[in-house]
């Protein structure tokens, strides 16, 4: 079993969740809740794997807080 992590936020004009794996193209879908944004995004996932291990053009690493003078 392998795990991704995928970045998730709330779209406030559809209240849908969305969420993506970074640099891993194609791995992105959304969800009414995080359940089935869950759900949605292992299915889409297992579907691209079909098609072999793939090459991650990027890795997650974090969130940083940035402060501005405005």
Do not use: W
Not at 35 to 51: G, P, Q, S
């Amino acid at each position: 079993m392998k795990t991704y992590t995928a970045v998730v936020e709330k779209c406030p004009k559809t209240k849908l969740f969305v969420g993506y794996v970074p640099g891993f193209p194609g791995a992105h879908s959304q969800g009414k809740t995080l359940d089935e944004l869950n759900r949605n995004l292992r299915e889409v996932i297992e579907m691209l794997l079909e098609e072999g291990e793939p090459e991650l053009e990027a890795e997650f690493v974090g969130t940083q807080a940035v402060a501005t003078g405005a």
